[in-house]
Nanobody, 123 residues
Framework: QVQLVESGGGLVQAGGSLRLSCAASGRTFSNYDMGWFRQAPGKEREFVATIGGRTLYAASVKGRFTISRDNAKNTVYLQMNSLKPEDPAVYYC???????????????????WGQGTQVTVSS
């Protein structure tokens, strides 16, 4: 069983930056594909980025967000720059032990989820 705990959400002005962190339990973190998803009120959960077998980004965040990981700390990060009014959502960290060279971008591909952290952007 893997437990994921997100942190770093909050309120930021449009154009600003936030860095989300996701701390994972488990001894084989480096073998996991890790992903970030987000869900705004009334909308479906959507893919943001993944890292592991491959690093991928959603088109809406490419060039603004950067996913990275520190395997020594069992932590994955999401650096969010140039935040826009359409970025507010609950951001979720996800993990799967199946590395995939193509990169997982569907929520159904992930086995473990964190509780989410709220990101709010003021205009």
């Amino acid at each position: 069983q893997v437990q994921l705990v997100e942190s770093g959400g909050g309120l930021v002005q449009a154009g600003g930056s936030l860095r989300l962190s996701c701390a994972a339990s488990g001894r084989t973190f480096s073998n996991y594909d890790m992903g970030w998803f987000r869900q705004a009120p009334g909308k479906e959960r959507e893919f943001v980025a993944t890292i592991g077998g491959r690093t991928l980004y959603a088109a809406s965040v490419k060039g603004r967000f950067t996913i990275s990981r520190d395997n020594a700390k069992n932590t994955v990060y999401l650096q969010m720059n140039s935040l826009k009014p359409e970025d507010p959502a609950v951001y979720y960290c996800a993990a799967t032990p199946r590395l995939y060279s193509g990169g997982y971008s569907s929520a159904g591909d992930y086995d473990y989820w964190g509780q989410g952290t709220q990101v709010t952007v003021s205009s």
